[in-house]
């Protein structure tokens, strides 16, 4: 039986979308919903501190568990007594499956519905996950929020490769259920079907039949045109449970959260605020400032003077620009704060909107099909 | 005139050795002595934010004139309302004159006693340096503590080379004062010499004829064995003013620094805790550990239990393991926060023993010749 903790209230849903507030509880605390969950693959959030994270005001974080099953192996995190423990993080944590980054990431030996066989990137081992040890392995990392092992097609991929890969997923989900052993992790499932509305239906209705404590849309941001994200979204949303938390996989533009949250969706992920950082691209006010440009040479006021975080109270765009010209590694870690706390509050601002009825009025840039957000 | 806010008041001598325990006034704080300081090359202690240099109990830290002169430029950190605002750090700060760099960084074009024609490493770019030049730019800079420049002689030199440099440093300190523009920096001089200890008696006795506000002894750790160095500040020390502040240049190991207090010495600095972070390697208890090594895979005790820093409070040894494997840049951070605190804390264990009159006895296996610290 599911640890009580694991309660999504709905506090308020928006008269014009499907948006809402929520609050979902977990045994390391609360997340307040639309909510962006900062990804910390390797058990660490690339540059950042969990202290700096926290400041950056975030709740939940994510891990990886392909990479951590990889490095350093899920056996030395639960001897260092779980994730929140090995990482110091101790509000909320989110393992994915590690079946979208075994589908992206590794060179695949073959695929049954028994499960993946591949060859590690980092030193050739071959390795076998199948739904059993995808949540066995989940199960020792610790997360509160556990993922289902999907299988993930690539993009493009017929009508009937995606409609297998989705069935298949359903039938992994049941094994999923059967292998979880924990009842302090809630296991989510995922809703697959690529870019064909019907499929994400069938899959959406299929997972539900579970009654499951969550569900993610997985299988987007693969390289489809970002326009069909919200479409995707909005063909799973009517389908799953009002009083359920949704979780949109891998996504972290402007716009594509707030079309989806629009459609219902309350949690997303992504590595863009990290990634970006390293390659000296500040987020602000959905656009992207390349702070290695020559315009911030004397700049001295911060990237975004309405911005709370450590990096825009302290420090200029001139001196980021600095940073970034000499390489210094601070420049990615500054960077990184400001585009991560840039995230949460934009998803932040999402929420007091709605609580405030006022969502489609401040968010409409990002809602109409023709904004360049 | 010097800002009366440059004391330095001596607190306790040692009955044993020379060593003493005194506290520097700055413009922008007091320096507890002895100390070491971090060093911030580009305006920037590597991979360490200034709020963690604050929580590692760093008080004065340096930047380098040399590489700020490259890159951003000396006018435009001016513009930014010098140092202590571009690299928001509100501590007391030293910049270096350069001349330590230009000669052993960069490819020399030609020395003469009017100063230093050079190519820049970034850019080829052909550049002069002379005292006057020096002390405009760390004018420019604004840091509390300024240093005159110096010739730098290479180890091994002759003693008519290493006697010319010292000759030329002391000449060249006379053209810095009068270049020295601004009385809220104090102008250090720097003792030259080499490992010839009548030159460095001879350069100590020159610089203390100019009444400087502090001296710092220069040109080692240059490649000289390092049980030179208590010599060569033995040389000096006994020359120099008791009522100055003495600092020696680019030291940082336990055994040279406790060797040198015995000798008289208050500041330091060096590079080696965050170069040494970044190759894996932490600073305990007078030893290194590389923390790559297989042995602390499963090593769940922090790198030190008794030190108070971030790292040591909230992280394992096999965690710092898991993300030097994984090349996490957040692990060189961490290290260099362990490592920056325990230099400043082996610093700060020497003051409390030069109070407490037991230096002698808490330092002993440092202050012997056979030790292997």
Same mark, same amino acid.
């Given at each position: 039986?599911?640890?009580?903790?694991?309660?999504?209230?709905?506090?308020?849903?928006?008269?014009?979308?499907?948006?809402?507030?929520?609050?979902?509880?977990?045994?390391?605390?609360?997340?307040?919903?639309? @909510?962006?969950?900062?990804?910390?693959?390797?058990?660490?959030?690339? $540059?950042?501190?969990?202290?700096?994270? !926290?400041?950056?005001?975030?709740?939940?974080?994510?891990?990886?568990?392909?990479?951590?099953?990889?490095?350093?192996?899920?056996?030395?995190?639960?001897?260092?007594?779980?994730?929140?423990?090995?990482?110091?993080?101790? +509000?909320?944590?989110?393992?994915? !499956?590690?079946?979208?980054?075994?589908?992206?990431?590794?060179?695949?030996?073959?695929?049954?519905?028994?499960?993946?066989?591949?060859?590690?990137?980092?030193?050739?081992?071959?390795?076998?996950? $199948?739904?059993?040890?995808?949540?066995?392995?989940?199960?020792? =990392?610790?997360?509160?929020?556990?993922?289902?092992?999907?299988?993930?097609?690539?993009?493009?991929?017929?009508?009937? *490769?995606?409609?297998?890969?989705?069935?298949?997923?359903?039938?992994?989900?049941? @094994?999923c259920l059967r292998a979880h052993a924990r009842s302090d992790q809630a296991l989510f499932?995922?809703?697959?079907?690529?870019?064909?509305?019907? =499929?994400? @239906?069938?899959?959406?209705?299929?997972?539900?039949?579970?009654?499951?404590?969550?569900?993610?849309?997985?299988?987007?941001?693969?390289?489809?045109?970002?326009?069909?994200?919200?479409?995707?979204?909005?063909?799973?949303?009517?389908?799953?449970?009002?009083?359920?938390?949704?979780?949109?996989?891998?996504? +972290?533009?402007?716009?594509?959260? *707030?079309?989806?949250?629009?459609?219902?969706?309350?949690?997303?992920?992504?590595?863009?605020?990290?990634? =970006?950082?390293?390659? +000296?691209?500040?987020l602000v006010a959905g656009d992207r400032w390349n702070l290695k440009n020559a315009r911030?040479?004397?700049?001295?006021?911060?990237?975004?003077?309405?911005?709370?975080? #450590?990096?825009?109270?302290?420090?200029?765009?001139? #001196?980021?620009?600095?940073?970034?010209?000499?390489?210094?590694?601070?420049?990615?870690?500054?960077?990184?704060?400001?585009?991560?706390?840039?995230?949460?509050?934009?998803?932040?601002?999402?929420?007091? *909107?709605?609580?405030?009825?006022?969502?489609?009025?401040?968010?409409?840039?990002?809602?109409?099909? +023709? !904004?360049?957000?």
């Amino acid at each position: 039986m599911l640890n009580p903790a694991f309660q999504f209230k709905l506090q308020h849903t928006c008269k014009h979308t499907k948006a809402r507030a929520g609050e979902l509880d977990t045994p390391h605390g609360k997340v307040q919903t639309p @909510r962006f969950m900062p990804v910390g693959t390797l058990a660490n959030v690339k $540059t950042v501190t969990p202290a700096q994270l !926290s400041d950056c005001d975030a709740q939940m974080v994510l891990a990886n568990t392909y990479h951590l099953h990889i490095q350093p192996g899920e056996d030395l995190v639960a001897e260092a007594g779980g994730l929140h423990k090995f990482m110091h993080w101790s +509000g909320p944590i989110l393992t994915d !499956s590690g079946g979208f980054q075994v589908f992206s990431l590794s060179q695949i030996r073959s695929i049954s519905d028994h499960g993946v066989v591949f060859q590690s990137p980092r030193d050739g081992k071959v390795i076998e996950l $199948t739904p059993e040890k995808s949540i066995e392995i989940q199960n020792q =990392l610790g997360a509160d929020v556990i993922m289902a092992f999907d299988e993930c097609a690539p993009y493009p991929a017929s009508y009937e *490769a995606v409609a297998a890969a989705s069935d298949r997923t359903t039938r992994w989900l049941e @094994r999923c259920l059967r292998a979880h052993a924990r009842s302090d992790q809630a296991l989510f499932g995922i809703v697959q079907g690529g870019v064909f509305l019907d =499929l994400r @239906r069938k899959s959406a209705q299929e997972l539900v039949a579970f009654d499951l404590p969550g569900y993610a849309i997985g299988g987007v941001s693969v390289g489809e045109p970002p326009e069909l994200i919200a479409k995707i979204v909005a063909a799973a949303t009517p389908w799953l449970p009002e009083h359920k938390p949704r979780y949109l996989m891998g996504v +972290g533009t402007y716009r594509e959260m *707030a079309q989806s949250v629009a459609a219902g969706i309350d949690l997303f992920d992504c590595v863009i605020p990290t990634r =970006l950082a390293r390659h +000296g691209a500040a987020l602000v006010a959905g656009d992207r400032w390349n702070l290695k440009n020559a315009r911030f040479k004397r700049d001295f006021a911060p990237i975004d003077e309405d911005c709370p975080c #450590y990096t825009c109270t302290n420090f200029s765009r001139a #001196y980021l620009n600095h940073l970034l010209k000499s390489q210094e590694i601070l420049g990615y870690t500054l960077i990184s704060i400001h585009n991560i706390t840039e995230l949460i509050r934009f998803t932040k601002r999402m929420r007091a *909107a709605i609580l405030a009825d006022r969502f489609v009025d401040q968010f409409s840039e990002f809602l109409s099909d +023709g !904004s360049q957000a």
